[in-house]
């Protein structure tokens, strides 16, 4: 048996009203608040396409027992590097084996749905990672910035432990242009929603849905979990209806809360669907792009057993309210601000400095002695107790997954930070260890010494002059 062995999801914790946004854009365009209900995650200025990636795959490996992976593959169409492997920088990050396989997919919404299929099929002796991950712009004002979210999903495939059976798939390739991205844009261009809808989901996706349901000698009425990425949100209830689904079964996208997450989001959706799903249920998962990918499963009665550490649930659950529309706006450079002279040091990362230090940067390893098993980071050539000083007996110890609290703290509205004031402050870990750290996703007023803390791979730096981003782990309260 092959199929789902684990899943995990991340979803930024800003949650722009989208009132917020209607209002901001209404002297202009007042339709916009046919669409201001609920409210969208955005991004922090420090997370990216990378960073949510790590935080959702991190969530999926806390439910696997075995956590040996053989690959890792990221689908993503807002990949922060167009020419350096971006599932590398993500996989150094989780510290998996340096002999795994490693791929960017892109330039589809359909990416992740191919990915997924490519790996159910192939031949995984261990557990492969499929992550989607994605972080879109849109134009100020427009439908889509109402619509869309950010946040990342992950899930691993494999032969043990399944908790969602691989049944069948089917894939349909059709030059469909229902929007597209060229390669000196920054947005995407959309055709309109009525076409897409007849011409596309109302003809494509059931041309693969009932060769694929035809094959395993099943009816639409089977499908328990009907998953139709899609912003539109009346057109996977009209689709169901077409294809002999009950409407109950369509699966929220989630339009109201967070928004939809592009290539992540058939990734999100499948999560979603399997954390709430009983044991038998069928699950049937779309993709759409340039034709359709259409993908059965069943869930196993291990599925209840095997929770991620978060999940779609936790995820949701945890959450900031912003209102800011202004703030949204500049961590997404959708505005040219006045940075101020403390912002316009050269940034530039020195690429062999770098590498000589991956393992505490990307990593964030340090050591513990050998001889009298005191930790420290960063990791030394001498032990740095006083009672100890031995050299070169540091073994690695992983922090990422450590929790701490804060020493020390500061709020500093001198020292330039894209969401000023910057925080940062000394750490002591649980189980030793200390190091003065960045903290991020701070709230005004409930920041103080002794809060308890969790690590999380961020943002450090942007070198705009020579468009490299320099990441590294960063301390957060405790949510």
Known sequence: MIGITAYGAYIPRARLNK?????????????????????????????????????????????????????????????????????????????????????????????????????????????????????????????????????????????????????????????????????????????????????GFFKIVPAAVNMLLQRASLKGSDVRHFILPTDQPRTPAALAKKLGIDTDAVVDNQIAAVGVAGVAQPILMLAKAIEAASAGDLILLIGFGQGCDAILFRVTDTAAKCAPAVGVKGALACRREEHNYNRFLSFNNLLERDIGKRAESDKQTYLSGYNRRKDLLTGFIGGKCRECGTVQIPRDKYCVNPECHALESQDDYRFADKTATVATWTADRLTFDWNPPAYFGMVEFDGGGKLMMDFTEVEEGKIDTGTKLTMHFRIKQFDTQRGFRKYFWKAAPES
């Not at 191919?114 to 995984?124: F, R």
């Not at 242009?177 to 060229?182: A, N, P, Q, S, T």
Request: hydrophobic residues 40%.
């Open 19 to 199: 009132q917020a946004i209607a209002d901001a854009n209404a002297w202009f365009d007042p339709s916009l608040n046919s669409l201001a209900k609920g409210e969208r995650s955005i991004c922090n200025w420090d997370e990216d396409s990378i960073t949510m990636a790590v935080e959702a795959t991190r969530d999926c490996l806390s439910a696997l027992s075995d956590k040996t992976v053989d690959s890792l593959y990221l689908a993503s169409t807002t990949l922060p590097f167009l020419d350096r492997q971006n599932s590398v920088v993500v996989s150094e990050a989780l510290n998996l084996d340096n002999r795994i396989r490693t791929m960017d997919i892109s330039a589809s919404q359909r990416a992740a749905t191919s990915a997924l299929i490519s790996l159910l099929q192939g031949n995984v002796s261990n557990n492969a990672l499929l992550v989607a991950s994605e972080h879109r712009r849109s134009k100020a004002g427009s439908r889509s910035e109402m619509l869309w979210g950010d946040a990342a999903a992950t899930v691993s495939v494999g032969c043990s432990d399944v908790i969602a059976q691989y049944l069948d798939s089917e894939t349909l390739t059709v030059d469909f242009i229902d929007h597209y991205r060229g390669e000196d844009s920054s947005f995407d261009y959309s055709w309109e929603e009525r076409w897409i809808r007849d011409e």
